[in-house]
């Protein structure tokens, strides 16, 4: 199973201000790395897919970035309603498996 | 628009069994492969099975595996999460959610949710 790690767990960023999240997998999956982001109370949101592609409708302030282990999602100028927990997922093989999440907080 | 409604959920004993739904609309259903996610209270997600657009494929998580099974009927455009000898552990909001176009290993539209706790 390929294991995904993210970091930081908790991150306090001020509006305006670039967020950078980090995802790591336990072994190389090119670029089958995918981005959601989940409100409070909310479901699961799709950002971002094949590690830089961003989905429809996604605004211009999410970037992906990376390919092999290493990933990172870009927040550029977090705004107020960025508030959530960002998941990467890997789809390179089975079982599909999600990273821990990181919380993004406004500073 | 795309949507998915899960229902079934509910309040089950250890042991006990559940069939979770979810109605899909907007969208040819029968093109796509679906899958279930679940998230157990404060924690993040667990991928949990898929089946194939014809419902001849399926791939489950190892922790699940004997226990649930997934399926589905196109002519209702329906799917179906079959949840067996239920544990505590399985106590979580399970999430309906369709793949992408481009590939069966992501998900590109998610329900709502239907919530299972599992307690005596």
């Known amino acids: 199973e390929i294991v995904m790690t993210q970091s930081p767990a908790t991150l306090s960023v001020s509006p305006g201000e670039r967020a950078t999240l980090s995802c790591r997998a336990s072994q190389s999956i090119s670029n089958k790395l995918v981005w959601y982001q989940q409100k409070p109370g909310q479901a699961p949101r799709f950002l971002i897919y094949?590690?830089?592609t961003r989905a429809t409708g996604i605004p211009a302030r999410f970037s992906g970035s990376g390919s092999g282990t290493d990933f990172t999602l870009t927040i550029s100028s977090l705004q107020s309603e960025d508030l959530a927990v960002y998941y990467c997922?890997?789809?390179?093989?089975?079982?599909?498996?999600f990273g821990g999440g990181t919380k993004v907080e406004i500073k | 628009q795309v949507q998915l409604l899960e229902s079934g959920g509910g309040v089950v004993q250890p042991g006990g069994s559940l069939r979770l739904s979810c109605a899909a609309s907007g969208f040819t259903f029968k093109t796509y492969g679906m899958h279930w996610v679940r998230q157990a209270p404060g924690k993040g997600l667990e991928w949990v099975a898929f089946v194939r657009k014809d419902g001849n494929l399926k791939y489950y998580t190892d922790s699940v595996k004997g226990r649930l099974t997934i399926s589905r009927d196109n002519s209702k455009n329906m799917v179906y999460l079959q949840v067996n000898s239920l544990r505590p552990e399985d106590t979580a909001v399970y999430y309906c959610?369709?793949?992408?176009?481009?590939?069966?290993?992501?998900?590109?539209?998610w329900g709502q949710g239907t919530s299972v706790t599992v307690s005596s």
């Open positions: 959610a369709r793949c992408s176009g481009i590939s069966w290993g992501f998900f590109e539209t």
């Open positions: 997922q890997q789809f390179d093989d089975w079982p599909l498996t």
């Open positions: 094949d590690a830089s």
